[in-house]
């Protein structure tokens, strides 16, 4: 009986070491190791690396990127990054101090902002802040995918003509998106290109296919902030003024104060809802950055057509 239990006792050890060790194999894989911080960057970055690298992805699908918070692992694969590529321009308030602490400690890092032209948040609340969300516009995002694709060649041990064709690929892929977007934009009459939301995303997606911003339910440039009773009544002014009948809201933030708006203005309108700042998870409609901006074009398309 005694001779049982300790065979049993050493399958049980054994299944329990061979379990560890293979989540330290998954853990430390031989491919270099790329830590993104936003799920929309992460999928850019996974078209170009492939299989060349080992991808971390820290904000999960439908999170808020001002908010999301990481975990004390994550933490440290970020310490570990071969390379780490982040938004910057403000957007991951909830994680700059890792950010912080990561460059300060010799991590090569891209920071996104730091290689598009950059735009201000044309709200007044904002007080000039630079505009995070460059990834409305497909053609900034080539500025990126350049950026990136120089970095990771750099990293070492990784396939260099792997990532490059992957690069061309998706560059190829962007500028397919970006003519789509912009016949289907085309054909919105110029009057109804009036974009109202309950979050500034839109500034750099306007800059570059001609719409008008008439404004945006929450103040200022983060999903942090709250609107007041005086700034709901100057965005119905402006609704009223500009004969908006569709409101915007994203998918990653609640729409009830974008209802309380559309009831305010006292004019029907519809609310839309559109995928901005967080992907997905597959079968939920934007689980990539090509197909969220596929059908984000569709529904400002069929919410300001005639």
């Not at 003509?161 to 061309?168: I, L």
């Not at 001609?210 to 609107?227: E, H, M, N």
């Not at 305010?264 to 519809?270: R, S």
Request: net charge negative; hydrophobic share 45%; with cysteine.
């Amino acid at each position: 009986m005694r001779s049982l239990r300790a065979s049993s006792l050493l399958i049980a050890t054994t299944v329990v070491l061979a379990g560890l060790a293979g989540c330290t194999g998954t853990a430390a894989s031989d491919r270099p190791q790329i830590v993104v911080t936003t799920n929309i960057l992460g999928d850019v970055v996974e078209n170009l690396t492939g299989d060349a690298a080992e991808v971390t992805i820290l904000m999960k699908p439908n999170a808020d990127p001002h908010s999301f918070e990481i975990s004390a692992q994550e933490a440290a694969r970020m310490d570990g990054a071969d390379l780490l590529v982040t938004n910057g321009l403000g957007l991951e308030e909830g994680l700059q101090q890792h950010i912080d602490r990561t460059a300060a400690a010799g991590v090569p890092t891209v920071v996104a902002g730091d290689v598009i032209d950059v735009l201000p948040y044309s709200s007044d609340d904002a007080n000039g802040a630079d505009d995070p969300h460059f990834w409305t516009d497909p053609a900034r995002m080539v500025d990126v995918v350049d950026a990136v694709e120089e970095a990771l060649a750099e990293v070492d041990g990784i396939d260099v003509a792997h990532v490059r064709s992957n690069a061309e690929t998706y560059r190829r892929e962007l500028a397919e998106l970006d003519e789509e977007m912009s016949a289907t934009f085309a054909a919105i009459p110029v009057e109804r290109r009036a974009l109202v939301t309950n979050h500034h995303v839109f500034g750099y997606l306007a800059d570059r296919f001609d719409f008008r911003l008439i404004g945006a339910v929450i103040p200022g440039g983060t999903t942090l902030a709250a609107p007041s009773a005086a700034d709901l009544r100057d965005l119905t002014d402006a609704i009223d003024e500009a004969g908006v009948r569709t409101i915007f809201a994203e998918s990653s933030q609640p729409d009830r104060l974008i209802k309380v708006l559309a009831s305010e203005a006292d004019v029907q309108v519809e609310v839309i809802e559109l995928f901005t700042e967080s992907l997905t998870e597959p079968g939920e409609g934007a689980d990539t950055y090509l197909t969220m901006m596929r059908a984000n074009t569709d529904r400002i398309a069929d919410g300001l057509t005639p």
